[in-house]
Nanobody, 128 residues
Framework: QVRLVESGGGSVQSGGSLRLSCEVSEGSYNNYLMGWFRQVPGKEREGVAAFQEDVSKILYADFATGRFTISHDAAKNTVYLQMDRLTPEDTAVYYC?????????????????????WGQGTQVTVSS
């Protein structure tokens, strides 16, 4: 089954940027709906961004629109999340996830329940 490994998390000051990477193995990312999620202790995992290349689907959560950008590199089989103008409210563990590409055909929101495969997560901490 597909394997996902995140990297790129760390600590940054408010207003700064980070780029998260999700290296995909045992499969190609363009065969899946790929998503980024985040979670803070005591709260549910929330969708950040998702895309499926073959059906030209891309979605962002409202808080991510205009600040975060999801992208990909076919040669590296890697999906990225560029995060700009970070605030302390963006502090969370960020997860990469994969789902059946067919979900992209009808999805209107990024739901964790739709995603079957998950990475281990990478911590992002934004200080004020």
């Amino acid at each position: 089954q597909v394997r996902l490994v995140e990297s790129g998390g760390g600590s940054v000051q408010s207003g700064g940027s980070l780029r998260l990477s999700c290296e995909v193995s045992e499969g190609s990312y363009n065969n899946y709906l790929m998503g980024w999620f985040r979670q803070v202790p005591g709260k549910e995992r929330e969708g950040v961004a998702a895309f499926q290349e073959d059906v030209s689907k891309i979605l962002y959560a409202d808080f991510a629109t205009g600040r975060f950008t999801i992208s990909h590199d076919a040669a590296k089989n890697t999906v990225y999340l560029q995060m700009d103008r970070l605030t302390p409210e963006d502090t969370a563990v960020y997860y990469c996830a994969a789902a059946s590409w067919t979900i992209a055909l009808t999805m209107t929101s990024i739901r964790a329940a739709d995603f079957a495969y998950w990475g281990q997560g990478t911590q992002v901490t934004v200080s004020s």
